[in-house]
Nanobody, 122 residues
Framework: QVQLVESGGGLVQAGGSLRLSCVASGRTFNSYSMGWFRQAPGKEREFVSALSRGGFGTYYADSVKGRFTISRDNAKNTVYLQMNSLKPEDTAVYYC???????????????WGQGTQVTVSS
């Protein structure tokens, strides 16, 4: 099973940007669709974005559409989440996940990273 490690989180002011990275182990990365989810304190985990195996299909949550961009580099076994125009409500632990499907539903994902904290100050 693929193992995932996120990085790139941190503290940023509202309006700022961050880029999250998620590196996958193994040689089958390009067989997975990848997703990003987030969980804020006291809230349920929510879908953020997903990207198909070949990188041509994308999903975005309405709350991040136009501000976040998901991408992948299959040669580096890495998926990215570029986050621009950050808002305090984007504060959460962000998780990347892998699935054999192309899905926005957490239940469809087979592997999860440990998460990286993003904090946006007002």
């Amino acid at each position: 099973q693929v193992q995932l490690v996120e990085s790139g989180g941190g503290l940023v002011q509202a309006g700022g940007s961050l880029r999250l990275s998620c590196v996958a182990s193994g040689r089958t990365f390009n067989s997975y669709s990848m997703g990003w989810f987030r969980q804020a304190p006291g809230k349920e985990r929510e879908f953020v974005s997903a990207l198909s195996r070949g990188g041509f299909g994308t999903y975005y949550a309405d709350s991040v559409k136009g501000r976040f961009t998901i991408s992948r580099d299959n040669a580096k076994n890495t998926v990215y989440l570029q986050m621009n125009s950050l808002k305090p409500e984007d504060t959460a632990v962000y998780y990347c996940a892998a699935t054999g499907k192309f899905s926005r539903y957490g239940k469809d994902y087979d592997a999860w990273g440990q998460g990286t904290q993003v904090t946006v100050s007002s």
